[in-house]
């Protein structure tokens, strides 16, 4: 194996969370793609967010995703969540949590 030298990452997925906030309301966890690859069709490309849920008192109230749509499916338990203002607060600390995730993966380098 001395033979072979590693260089930069080009493409990964990230596993990202708020959970270091201690001000935070949610917690919410996703995939955020990492990607310095030219030409990938649509697939992969830097920033996408996939697998993004959201937790309250250890449970999922809501899943995200974010490719060229964002995408979010608010529940509780069983029972789908009705409230405007708990989905307007889980909707905004979702865009914001998606906003630093996808600046962290254009400003971020990785290496093996």
């Known amino acids: 194996m001395n ?3 590693t260089a930069d ?3 990964a997925q990230m596993a ?3 959970l270091s906030d201690e001000s935070r309301t949610f ?3 996703a995939n955020v793609a990492y990607n310095t690859l030219p030409n990938t069709f649509g697939m992969n490309q830097n ?3 996939s697998n993004g ?3 309250e008192d250890g ?8 490719t ?4 979010m499916s608010y529940f509780a338990m069983s029972y789908l969540i009705k409230d405007t203002a708990k989905q307007q607060s889980i909707h905004a600390a979702v865009q914001d949590f998606c906003t630093e995730a996808v600046c962290l993966a254009k400003a971020v380098s990785l290496s093996a």
Not at 59 to 66: D, G, V
Not at 68 to 71: A, K, R
């Open 9 to 11: 990452v080009k493409m």
């Open 16 to 18: 990202v969370s708020n």
């Open 59 to 66: 449970k999922t109230i809501a899943t995200f995703s974010m």
């Open 27 to 29: 917690d919410i966890t």
């Open 68 to 71: 060229s749509d964002f995408s």
């Open 3 to 5: 033979k072979i030298t």
């Open 53 to 55: 849920t959201v937790n």
């Open 47 to 49: 920033g996408q967010i």
